[in-house]
């Protein structure tokens, strides 16, 4: 979880010990529910276990039981962001946003040695899947994650 505060953002105490305690408890941010504290933001880095054929999955289950999914292979794609912003204007959430580096900037990232280089008249290849799921869908990629994440 990003724990360095952004110089725009003005942190309150309640903000900080939120921090605190999604660090020591990160699974806390699972169930979003009102009234939890991700106000402005809360950035988690997601390190992805792969599947048999290389796909990392990412969902997010709706109250309906629809399901928002990403799939993405982390050989290609290493990290992996959730961003979640919670103010009295925006409700937001990043599901899971597949990427080469940490959103901590260009030099932050070029010293964790995130940055990568494309030479002139080279290519790279990215493959990622998005879309919605039923609720059928939504509860055999539920459990497809459970036994990836189990190993």
Not at 41 to 47: G, I, P
Not at 68 to 96: M, N, Y
Request: neutral net charge; contains cysteine; charged residues 25%.
């Amino acid at each position: 979880m990003r724990t360095v505060i952004p110089p725009h953002v003005n942190p309150t105490p309640e903000y900080r010990a939120f921090l605190k305690e999604l660090s020591e408890n990160p699974t806390k941010h699972t169930v979003l529910a009102p009234g939890l504290a991700f106000d402005p933001e809360v950035v988690f880095y997601l390190t992805y276990k792969a599947d048999k054929d290389g796909w990392a999955r990412s969902m997010m289950v709706h109250t309906d039981g629809y399901a928002s999914a990403i799939r993405h292979k982390p050989s290609q794609l290493e990290h992996g962001v959730r961003w979640i912003s919670r103010t009295a204007d925006q409700d937001c959430f990043g599901l899971c946003l597949p990427s080469t580096a940490e959103p901590d900037g260009y030099h932050a990232e070029k010293t964790k040695g995130n940055v990568k280089n494309l030479a002139g008249g080279r290519s790279v290849r990215f493959d990622c899947q998005a879309g919605l799921l039923t609720p059928a869908e939504a509860r055999e990629e539920e459990a497809l994650i459970g036994r990836i994440l189990a190993g």
